[in-house]
């Protein structure tokens, strides 16, 4: 994505902003609905349209769990790690989840490219607990390893979401 690009999303809504650094973020959303990752070129185009440091860019960029440096599957599963979860199995839903799909249990993405697995912190579900995040928009629980793996298997044959946005 372009700086001009970036620049036309971010100007209406600069005022909302008193932090002027804020805008980064929504920059940063915006630049990765293009390819569902971001790309050092895209980086820097963030940078040139908000005025910020490509160093400062990219420390917003990593520190987010929705904002990927590395192209992800078309669908992002996030297992919640956090004590609810974690005090419901949430690491048996993880391990067993990540060894059904042939990743390492430092989450990643299938080898049909088609799923990336990843750990979340809390996702606001705890009486739900242990949950799972589909993408950014639907959160369920509470999960099993064998209903976390029904799921994965559901996403594999439903549509692609329409946008990049995670
Ligand atoms: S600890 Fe998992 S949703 Fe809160």
Do not use: N
């Not at 992800?72 to 297992?79: D, H, L, Q």
């Not at 430092?106 to 799923?115: A, E, K, S």
């Not at 809390?122 to 369920?140: F, M, N």
């Amino acid at each position: 994505m372009t700086a001009d690009q970036i620049r036309a999303h971010i100007d209406p809504i600069r005022h909302e902003f008193a932090e002027p650094r804020s805008l980064v973020l929504p920059a940063l959303k915006f630049a990765q609905t293009e390819k569902g990752h971001l790309t050092r070129e895209d980086l820097e185009a963030v940078s040139a349209a908000t005025g910020f440091s490509a160093a400062f860019v990219e420390s917003v960029a990593s520190f987010y769990d929705r904002l990927y440096l590395e192209p992800t599957g078309t669908r992002v599963v996030s297992v919640c790690v956090t004590l609810s979860c974690m005090l419901r199995g949430a690491d048996e839903v993880w391990e067993r989840l990540c060894d059904r799909e042939g990743v390492s249990h430092h989450g990643g993405t299938t080898g049909d490219g088609r799923i990336t697995i990843q750990e979340a912190q809390c996702l606001g579900y705890c009486d739900r607990a242990p949950c799972i995040q589909v993408d950014a928009d639907e959160t369920v629980g509470p999960m099993t390893p064998e209903s976390a793996g029904q799921l994965v298997d559901d996403l594999r044959v439903a549509p692609a979401p329409d946008e990049f946005w995670r």
